[in-house]
């Protein structure tokens, strides 16, 4: 990132919080797209994309005062949007079943095919698996939070979770490999 880049941004956000019509237009536009691939990697269903935006976009709003500028702006708002998207599948009453001992099964040579897809297929395949799963693999994998604290955030144990994402890695492999 530039530093004129982070001054504009910080202008911008400034600018947000004071209440600038323009400002919230432009921070709306430059974040709406990316911030949808974040709500479809938790589910697929337009409607409820769209819902999760709305209601991620007005907690942005709402609290984009409380942002102290530690670390990126674009991973504070990408977090918001992923706990809105937990909130939603936890209202949606997403079940995570819990698999003792599969990631036993798993052979780390087996993931070389996920690190080379492009994140556009990935999130295709994702599509294909439990909800559960692809909530878990999303919030390990792309949200970068660690397995006690998804087990916080859905009310699972931290078994249950390692369970879930490598039950997702096992099924993305050979949906992939299947292709």
């Known amino acids: 990132m530039t530093k004129d880049f982070g001054m504009c941004e910080t202008l911008m956000i400034r600018n947000c919080i004071s209440g600038d019509r323009k400002s919230q237009k432009m921070l709306y536009d430059k974040?709406?797209?990316k911030m949808r691939y974040t709500c479809l990697r938790f589910t697929k269903n337009d409607v409820d994309?769209?819902?999760i935006l709305q209601d991620g976009f007005?907690?942005?709003f709402n609290n984009l005062h409380k942002y102290r500028g530690d670390g990126s702006f674009e991973g504070w708002v990408r977090r918001i949007f992923i706990n809105i998207s937990i909130e939603h599948v936890k209202r949606k009453k997403v079940h995570?079943?819990?698999?003792e001992g599969l990631e036993n099964l798993l052979v780390a040579k087996h993931f070389d095919v996920l690190e080379t897809l492009y994140a556009k297929d990935l999130l295709?395949?994702?599509?294909?698996i439990s909800p559960g799963c692809k909530t878990v693999f999303n919030l390990y994998a792309v949200g970068g939070f660690t397995h006690q604290e998804i087990g916080r955030k859905l009310g699972i144990k931290e078994?249950?979770?390692k369970s879930q994402y490598t039950r997702a890695k096992v099924k993305?492999?050979?949906?992939i490999q299947s292709r």
């Open 31 to 33: 974040y709406f797209i």
């Open 49 to 51: 994309v769209e819902d």
């Open 58 to 60: 007005a907690r942005l």
């Open 96 to 99: 995570v079943v819990e698999l």
């Open 124 to 128: 295709k395949a994702s599509h294909t």
């Open 159 to 161: 078994s249950t979770s």
């Open 172 to 175: 993305l492999r050979d949906i």
